[in-house]
């Protein structure tokens, strides 16, 4: 539902400015995400560890060109990250000192709207570079996690279950970039994107235990990740180049004094 309503703001308020310039193109497309730093952290003693892992991510672009060299760009872009359950289960029995820890888990998610400059710098015939700095905001998504742990007693063994359940926030983000555009024909194009894209973003989740137990658990996530992205584009309109007389040309018209 986000990401369709980004969608709708994307052609509302940019489909007018394609019109005005008719230069430009429309991308759809998918890639994969790598976190690093504290958002791929799997150290327990590290309250921003997310323990994040490699993930997909699909997006709609568009490039509005208003200048020889300036664009302006807009990207909507949905990614999913995995969640490290065995290294998060690893962490708890390290800080709890129990053995057997047994984590089950979603993905983080995340939808973006960014929208800012971007520089077409013409490489060679139908190759344009791409340099692109954005803004905009992230609504983020922890995942929903249940904690199963077991303490062996004699006689008994001694389970708890401990959930943590879903929950989002918006925060501002930027991306910085770096691609190149293939046009294929007059009217389509492809794209190859590299990315990397930051933002701190305040998390505030439940967690609940078999036993009674409640509590709220709050704190920031950093999110850090490298993306490299594939599109297929369609142009607006090719930009036509000027005829150039052909003086040799016995049909080319010439005025006769």
Not at 72 to 98: E, M, P, Q, T
Not at 142 to 160: F, L
Request: aromatic share 12%; net charge neutral.
């Amino acid at each position: 539902m986000r990401l369709k309503l980004m969608l709708l703001l994307l052609v509302v308020f940019f489909a007018p400015i394609a019109s005005a310039q008719d230069r430009g193109y429309f991308a759809l497309g998918g890639g994969c995400g790598f976190p690093v730093g504290d958002y791929a952290s799997t150290d327990g003693t590290n309250s921003n560890a997310g323990f994040a892992t490699q993930g997909f991510s699909y997006h709609i672009s568009m490039e509005i060109k208003i200048g020889e060299y300036f664009c302006l760009g807009v990207l909507a872009r949905h990614f999913n990250n995995g969640f490290d359950g065995d290294a998060y289960s690893s962490a708890i029995s390290k800080l709890s000192n129990v053995s057997n820890v047994v984590a089950v888990n979603q993905p983080w998610k995340a939808n973006m709207l960014l929208g800012g400059p971007q520089w077409c710098i013409p490489l060679d015939k139908g190759v344009n570079l791409e340099i692109k700095g954005l803004m905009g905001i992230i609504n983020l998504t922890n995942p929903a996690i249940e904690i199963t742990v077991s303490q062996y007693q004699y006689p008994p063994v001694n389970t708890v279950v401990a959930n943590i359940a879903n929950s989002s926030n918006i925060a501002f983000g930027g991306l910085l970039g770096l691609g190149f555009r293939f046009d294929i024909t007059p009217y389509t194009c492809l794209n190859f994107n590299a990315d990397y894209f930051l933002s701190n973003v305040d998390m505030q989740a439940s967690a609940t235990t078999s036993n009674g137990n409640s509590a709220t658990l709050k704190g920031m996530q950093p999110v850090r990740t490298i993306n490299i992205g594939l599109g297929f584009g369609f142009r607006f309109s090719p930009e036509k180049e000027p005829i150039k007389p052909n003086f040799y040309d016995p049909h080319f018209p010439l005025d006769k004094h």
